[in-house]
């Protein structure tokens, strides 16, 4: 009886090892993109939570420790920038409009975004920021034109007073 050889023994190895690799990377980059969509949800979920804090406190939150969560399921640092007058003063009591609010702009692929009132990002799995997402201060821009795998999200301030100031009712 006759076993295998060692160069017959090579080669089914290399074929196993190329039919892995190839398997192997689709279902890789399927858990990566479920992961990125989770994270998105999550992202979500955080700014429903702020809108939810501006309904009841009609101001938003000066960190996100107060809304809740200050990570990612990546275990990055979820940065959040909010409108300065947004922090401190009621949305609701007619005193704040657009040109006293809502300094903080994103630029986007699509072009400039004024009047946001407050932006949630992150790192995304790879853990390196392609994205400013460290500032907490009016009058900044913020610039997501080349995100990289890095997640952005952002409300306007006429989106936000629609959801929280009901006399307002979505009027824009």
Do not use: H
């Not at 997402?133 to 989106?159: C, M, Q």
């Amino acid at each position: 009886m006759r076993g295998f050889s060692l160069l017959e023994m090579a080669i089914v190895l290399a074929l196993l090892g190329l039919m892995f690799v190839l398997l192997a990377t689709p279902i890789v980059r399927a858990i990566r993109t479920d992961s990125v969509l989770r994270a998105k949800s999550e992202l979500d979920r955080i700014s429903e939570s702020l809108v939810g804090y501006a309904q009841i406190r009609k101001t938003l939150p000066e960190s996100l420790a107060l809304a809740g969560q200050t990570r990612d399921m990546f275990g990055n640092i979820i940065s959040y920038s909010a409108d300065s007058s947004l922090v401190s003063g009621d949305m609701c009591d007619g005193s704040l409009d657009v040109a006293s609010v809502a300094q903080l702009q994103v630029n986007t692929s699509s072009g400039v975004v004024g009047n946001v009132a407050f932006f949630l990002g992150t790192a995304g799995p790879d853990k390196q920021q392609s994205i400013l997402t460290d500032v907490s201060v009016s009058n900044t821009s913020i610039d997501v034109r080349d995100p990289g795998d890095d997640l952005a999200l952002y409300l306007t301030w006429y989106e936000l007073r629609a959801a929280v100031c009901t006399a307002y009712g979505g009027d824009q």
